[in-house]
């Protein structure tokens, strides 16, 4: 988030070695709002995906989520089992890249302390340990221009769905095959005959998982997962 002064005022900057060397200026919240408000409809939609490809401490994401929060509470709040599952399908449906690593740990623990205060969490909660386990895979370390995450390797983004009754899937796509969706559709090239289904095959794929499953996995990055068989 923007840095707040210590006269209560949004602070837009951290340092100005750090916008030299890298650029960093935060949006304001006024700006943010303003924007998002151009896709009001898609911001207060459960499970639209968002992507903040240079995501900072959260700014737009962390707002989108609020929206998402507050589109839950209508829909499901009277219903305690449904409201926590869509809470976290509305986590799990927002993406963020960010280059610097203090960046991406804050923004983490901004989103979890949104979802957090919403369902009324404990750190021992199975919602919560579920819900840090989303973020440390749906935000990531990485250079949205190189498309590649901070140790080089490609970055890939996990696509959650909801099956019900409390039951989560998760497939792994490459974000550089996912940008040239436009490329792969326009007349006269190799790829303009074959569906979308062809084209974006998962490079993993994973057994639907619980809440329960969800947390045991946090704090352990690599979840064993199926490659997907495309034979």
């Given at each position: 988030m923007a840095v707040v002064a210590s006269n209560g005022d949004e602070r837009l900057v951290r340092s100005k070695q750090r916008v030299v060397d890298h650029g960093e200026v935060f949006t304001p919240e006024w700006i943010v709002d303003a924007m998002l408000n151009l896709v009001k409809a898609e911001t207060e939609r459960i499970d639209s995906r968002f992507l903040e490809p240079a995501c900072g401490s959260g700014n737009f994401i962390v707002q989108v989520l609020r929206r998402k929060l507050a589109a839950v509470e209508i829909k499901y709040g009277r219903s305690e089992f449904e409201k926590?599952?869509?809470?976290?399908?509305?986590?799990?449906?927002?993406?963020?890249?960010?280059?610097?690593?203090?960046?991406?740990?804050?923004?983490?623990?901004?989103?979890?302390?949104?979802?957090?205060?919403?369902?009324?969490?404990?750190?021992?909660?199975?919602?919560?340990?579920?819900?840090?386990?989303?973020?440390?895979?749906?935000?990531?370390?990485?250079?949205?221009?190189?498309?590649?995450?901070?140790?080089?390797?490609?970055?890939?983004?996990?696509?959650?769905?909801?099956?019900?009754?409390?039951?989560?899937?998760?497939?792994?796509?490459?974000?550089?095959?996912?940008?040239?969706?436009?490329?792969?559709?326009?007349?006269?090239?190799?790829?303009?005959?074959?569906?979308?289904?062809?084209?974006?095959?998962p490079v993993k794929s994973s057994p639907v998982m619980s809440v329960s499953d969800l947390a045991a996995l946090n704090g352990n990055n690599e979840i064993e997962m199926a490659p997907k068989d495309v034979t």
């Amino acid at each position: 988030m923007a840095v707040v002064a210590s006269n209560g005022d949004e602070r837009l900057v951290r340092s100005k070695q750090r916008v030299v060397d890298h650029g960093e200026v935060f949006t304001p919240e006024w700006i943010v709002d303003a924007m998002l408000n151009l896709v009001k409809a898609e911001t207060e939609r459960i499970d639209s995906r968002f992507l903040e490809p240079a995501c900072g401490s959260g700014n737009f994401i962390v707002q989108v989520l609020r929206r998402k929060l507050a589109a839950v509470e209508i829909k499901y709040g009277r219903s305690e089992f449904e409201k926590r599952h869509y809470a976290l399908l509305g986590l799990m449906c927002i993406y963020g890249i960010e280059l610097l690593p203090d960046n991406i740990a804050e923004c983490r623990d901004n989103m979890l302390d949104v979802f957090t205060e919403y369902l009324g969490l404990k750190e021992s909660d199975d919602f919560y340990r579920a819900g840090a386990f989303v973020l440390s895979q749906n935000i990531v370390h990485g250079d949205a221009l190189t498309l590649l995450t901070g140790d080089g390797q490609p970055i890939t983004f996990a696509e959650w769905g909801y099956l019900g009754k409390g039951k989560f899937q998760r497939r792994d796509f490459r974000f550089d095959t996912l940008t040239q969706s436009a490329a792969f559709s326009e007349e006269g090239t190799l790829f303009a005959d074959l569906g979308m289904h062809e084209i974006f095959v998962p490079v993993k794929s994973s057994p639907v998982m619980s809440v329960s499953d969800l947390a045991a996995l946090n704090g352990n990055n690599e979840i064993e997962m199926a490659p997907k068989d495309v034979t």
